[in-house]
């Protein structure tokens, strides 16, 4: 019921820019958040950045001012430009979608909605020294 594509992983030196978009199949009976998390290595899951249906952006401390989150919300896509790449930012970067429900929906469709939630498979950013 959902599915999502990402792509523009790579590999690149420290300092370098890379974009990363993630598009979403998903029920248009939805509104839904949009988020990036990354794992690295021998390492739990984390939170990259977010951004909601109604625009809010939030980052995570150690790329603020780096990366940028924006959304097309016609075609439920979101992009992650990544400058001023580090080692560190090195991982397997997630697409993640969580549906919200509309109050000018059905009880059925507010129910499917609040339960909804999907990742992508993943897309490697590797930054080298």
């Known amino acids: 019921q959902v599915q999502l594509m990402e792509s523009g992983g790579g590999s690149v030196e420290t300092g370098g820019s890379l974009r990363l978009s993630c598009a979403a199949s998903?029920?248009?009976?939805?509104?839904?958040?949009m988020s990036w998390y990354r794992q690295a290595s021998e390492r739990e899951r984390e939170f990259v950045s977010s951004v909601g249906r109604d625009g809010s952006i939030t980052y995570a401390d150690s790329v603020k001012g780096r990366f940028t989150i924006t959304r097309d919300n016609a075609d439920n896509t979101i992009y992650l430009q990544m400058n001023e790449l580090k080692a560190e930012d090195t991982a397997m970067y997630y697409c993640?979608?969580?549906?919200?429900?509309?109050?000018?929906?059905?009880?059925?469709?507010?129910?499917?909605?609040?339960?909804?939630?999907?990742w992508g498979q993943g897309t490697l950013v590797t930054v080298s020294s």
């Open positions: 998903v029920p248009t009976y939805c509104d839904y958040d």
């Open positions: 993640y979608v969580k549906g919200r429900p509309r109050p000018d929906r059905d009880a059925l469709r507010r129910a499917r909605c609040a339960a909804l939630e999907a």
